[in-house]
């Protein structure tokens, strides 16, 4: 089967254009892995030539263009709480090309950032107009148009968290990773907002831990009874990584660790 | 006490002033790797190439009922599809090209699939996306078969059948036994002496070698009529005597050219790329490259085997080991590749460096359903080491001794006597544990500070080869009709004794072989002196030592009295060859279609 790849000027455009055998290609990461692998029903590439990709800040809340890349967010001030998060995927090369857009579409293990987003209430602009919270749009995400823009709060300073957790250092894929965003931390917190990376089909919530932690000094007897809900809601899997059974088990050891920001492991 | 090193035994080899740790030293390739100037097989560029892609199993076990590849032919930019009949001879082991074991793997599987991955077709394309889906569109009637994936399983009597070559699901060790013995000694004299018993089970997974480039090659008609073939191989002539059997081809038609190994760790030496690549160019007249890619290299690239060992050590209460017992299984996965060596290989370095009077070991090189196994880093020893010293470990525990002091107590000592029967040379754990102890900081007994590899060793019994209890349990095939315990020396029939032997100073002289499978093959070893037959009643002759250890049985040589007389008829192995017990396997037919051995096994040899 001919592969083609066809170049649109917007991404209204390219949204368009998509049919079943056609794949977005915005960093490529992921899509290029497929098109090597010559994943069978993949024959059109589409592509937008220039797509924005600028980050900016709407009162409480970031927007991000869906074509900002991993290295964007690291030069940017304005997402400067997020550096930590985009430092954590691929390496130097990936980081370059890989987007945020994408991200929201990587399949477990992946999606680090996307967890983030989770917890930082994130929202999901489609290029027809309409929005969708993050925790809906990841229910359907494979039924989304494409993705133009995402928004999320603006956490103050020490009240949102990040642990990404990898058996190699500093490249590896995540055995889960952990974006907690902690509002009136360090003393009593309220609304917090927990959510797991590669705990699931996508990144999860951890609701039972996020309701119990309401009004709670983050201290070992403040988090106690989160840590023993922690994984409730979570459905991780068994792959190459880690079984689902190692990650129940360390969910919560993880989960102590940030929530009393002790330093993470070398 | 100053520690004094082994030095002398390469002294005249290389400047060995130990000063290199620390020292900012420049790798002799690191220039072009940089630089990105080091020519890898890849890099070759060819006008008009083509890319062969393979299709593959998607079982652990299944027949193949039928293949329909009408719709991949036709795709675009198919060029040809290869069929296991289009391989020459399409049959060989890896070590056949030393003539140990028998042909067990086909390059393309005509008929049964063992395990997942396994190539049975091959699709020669323009583009590697052609080829790739041409692939694809392979269609494969398939009967998936019981499949086994467990060492201990797999020698059950009702395991299913793995490699038709070895229908018992075991490497044959000279032609004689399921498993490769060792014996020195009395264990179970030694178990009864002891003050504590010591068991361990260690069990370490298969490992992928993981090559930043993965095994491929590219190979061309070149002039003259032969072929030139850029690989990634570890063992380049190696990979040329395996494609010129595999293709019966003339060694000098072929034009091997390797280069940079982009990562080795021994997943390279395989060879399956190379007769691969031949035969698409042979096939095409034209450029043809193989490569696996990420996936290919972790499914079906041949890893460190998987092992299971179980060790049980009887101890002094002062530490000495008195009897040390191992039952090892290595996972050769579906065919033999180098597994059968390893095994041999890692009976000889049993007990691990370390004195011990009575020794006994079943090791088993056992076929499974899984990738097959290869060479990786020292593989024989590597996990073996590894069961002995967490075992060590344990024993320190159990006689409440220190772990340093405990390997001192029972360190080889130039002029020991190795239960493989040849005299510890060149000994150095002693001072190494002492090196180590200090760089740590860790606390020696006087004793342990005074000891010397160069002293108290070869002396009474450490020099010598004790009385040795032999027994005949496990001949080929017996297992497969009965459930036998694994472990050495268990459920044996008949048991013999072979009197103590050979001091070390008499050990160049060689005892007649009392039965055939012991005598020299002179084409083998290269010896062209007198044959001690079995019938001579020749007195002992010198001979110089042999050259050959992977092809000498590590079983005792029996002085007197003679070996016992085999066991009674009820329980006596009258054991069909196994040639017969392939007849009844379903590839028999298929067998029997092989054409005669290749011409050419390598360039200078015949095979016989």
């Known amino acids: 089967m001919t592969l083609t790849v066809e170049t649109y000027g917007t991404l209204a455009e390219a949204n368009a254009a998509r049919r079943g055998d056609s794949r977005y290609l915005a960093g490529g990461t992921l899509v290029m892995r497929d098109l090597n692998y010559a994943v069978p029903g993949l024959s059109r590439v589409l592509r937008v030539s220039n797509p924005p990709r600028a980050i900016r800040q709407q009162g409480e809340r970031l927007s991000m263009d869906a074509g900002v890349t991993m290295a964007d967010v690291i030069e940017s001030r304005e997402a400067a709480f997020l550096a930590p998060v985009a430092r954590s995927v691929g390496g130097p090369a990936v980081r370059n090309m890989a987007t945020v857009g994408g991200n929201l579409f990587a399949a477990h293990p992946y999606g680090d950032f996307t967890a983030a987003l989770l917890a930082l209430d994130g929202e999901v602009q489609f290029v027809d107009g309409r929005t969708q919270p993050m925790e809906a749009f990841l229910a359907e995400r494979d039924r989304a148009p494409l993705v133009a823009s995402i928004t999320m709060r603006m956490p103050r300073t020490g009240e949102f968290r990040f642990r990404k957790v990898a058996r190699v250092k500093p490249k590896g894929v995540s055995v889960m990773s952990i974006a907690a965003w902690l509002p009136g931390a360090p003393m009593r917190v309220s609304q917090v907002r927990i959510a797991f990376g590669a705990m699931g089909p996508t990144p999860l919530r951890a609701r039972a831990a996020e309701q119990v932690l309401e009004g709670k000094v983050l201290d070992a007897s403040g988090i106690e009874r989160a840590l023993s809900v922690a994984t409730q809601g979570l459905a991780p899997v068994d792959d190459a990584l880690a079984s689902a059974w190692y990650r129940n088990e360390v969910a919560p050891v993880h989960l102590r660790r940030l929530l009393l920001d002790e330093e993470p492991e070398p | ?608």
């Open chain 2, 1 to 608: 006490m100053p520690v004094e090193f082994r030095k002398d035994l390469f002294a005249n080899e290389r400047d060995d002033t130990l000063k290199e740790i620390g020292q900012p030293r420049i790798r002799q390739d690191i220039l072009g790797h940089v630089s990105g100037r080091s020519p890898y097989y890849d890099d070759h560029l060819f006008e008009g190439l083509l890319h062969m892609r393979c299709v593959r199993s998607p079982h652990h076990h299944a027949r193949i009922r039928h293949i329909d590849a009408g719709a991949a032919e036709r795709m675009p930019g198919v060029v040809r599809v290869v069929w296991p009949a289009d391989v020459p001879h399409n049959i060989n082991t890896l070590l056949s090209l030393i003539n140990f074991g028998r042909d067990d793997e086909a390059l393309l599987q005509p008929s049964r699939v063992t395990y997942i991955g396994e190539p049975v077709l091959a699709i020669i394309a323009k583009t590697e996306r052609e080829a790739r889906e041409a692939a694809a569109a392979v269609r494969v009637d398939w009967e998936p078969l019981p499949h086994v994936l467990d060492v201990e399983e797999a020698l059950k009597p009702d395991a299913p059948t793995v490699n038709g070559e070895y229908p018992n699901n075991t490497f044959d060790y000279h032609d004689l036994y399921d498993h490769q013995k060792l014996r020195f000694g009395d264990v179970e004299k030694g178990f009864r002496e002891a003050d504590h018993i010591v068991e361990g089970e260690y069990r370490m997974s298969p490992i992928e070698q993981a090559p930043i480039e993965t095994c491929g090659a590219i190979a061309a008609p070149e002039t003259n009529d032969r072929y030139v073939c850029h690989t990634a191989t570890q063992g380049l002539f190696f990979s040329l005597a395996v494609t010129a059997k595999l293709l019966d081809i003339a060694s000098s038609r072929l034009h091997f050219i390797g280069g940079t190994v982009g990562g080795g760790f021994g997943g390279k030496v395989d060879s399956i790329t190379e007769p691969m690549a031949v035969l698409g160019a042979r096939l095409t007249g034209q450029p043809v490259k193989f490569m696996w890619d990420r996936e290919e290299e972790m499914q079906v690239g041949a890893p460190r085997g998987a092992e299971l060992w179980r060790i049980k050590d009887g101890v002094a209460r002062d530490g000495r080991i008195l009897a040390r017992q191992f039952t090892g299984f290595f996972d050769s996965g579906a065919y033999t590749r180098l597994s059968s060596y390893a095994v041999v290989k890692g009976t000889g370095h049993l007990p691990g460096p370390y004195t011990i009077p009575n020794v006994a070991s079943n090791v088993y090189c056992v076929f499974t359903n899984r990738t097959p196994a290869t060479a990786m880093r020292g593989f024989g020893i590597t996990g073996v080491d590894f069961a002995i010293e967490c075992q060590m470990d344990k024993v320190a525990e159990a006689a409440g001794l220190d772990p340093i002091e405990l390997r001192i107590l029972n360190a080889y000592r130039d002029g020991d006597m190795k239960a493989h029967r040849r005299e510890a040379k060149n000994c150095a754990l002693i001072e190494c544990c002492q090196v180590a102890a200090d760089k740590a900081r860790w606390p020696l007994s006087p004793q342990s500070r005074a000891a010397s590899s160069m002293t108290e060793g070869g002396v009474g019994w450490r020099a010598e080869i004790p009385e040795t209890v032999t027994d005949q349990v496990g001949r080929i095939g017996e297992r497969r009709r009965q459930a036998l315990p694994s472990e050495p020396g268990a459920g044996a029939a008949a048991t013999g004794r072979v009197a103590a032997g050979m001091r070390r100073d008499d050990r160049s002289v060689e005892l007649p072989p009392q039965v055939a499978d012991m005598a020299k093959e002179q084409e083998r070893t290269g010896y062209s002196g007198k044959v001690d037959l079995p019938d001579h009643a020749a007195p002992a002759s010198v001979q110089p030592a042999p050259a050959t250890p992977v092809q000498r049985p590590a079983a005792p040589l029996p002085t007197q009295p003679p070996p016992p007389p085999p066991p009674p008829a009820g329980t006596a192995p009258s054991l069909p060859p196994a040639a017969q017990q392939r007849a009844d396997d379903p590839e028999a037919a298929e067998q029997a279609r092989r054409r005669a051995a290749s011409r050419f096994i390598s360039g200078t040899r015949r095979r016989r």
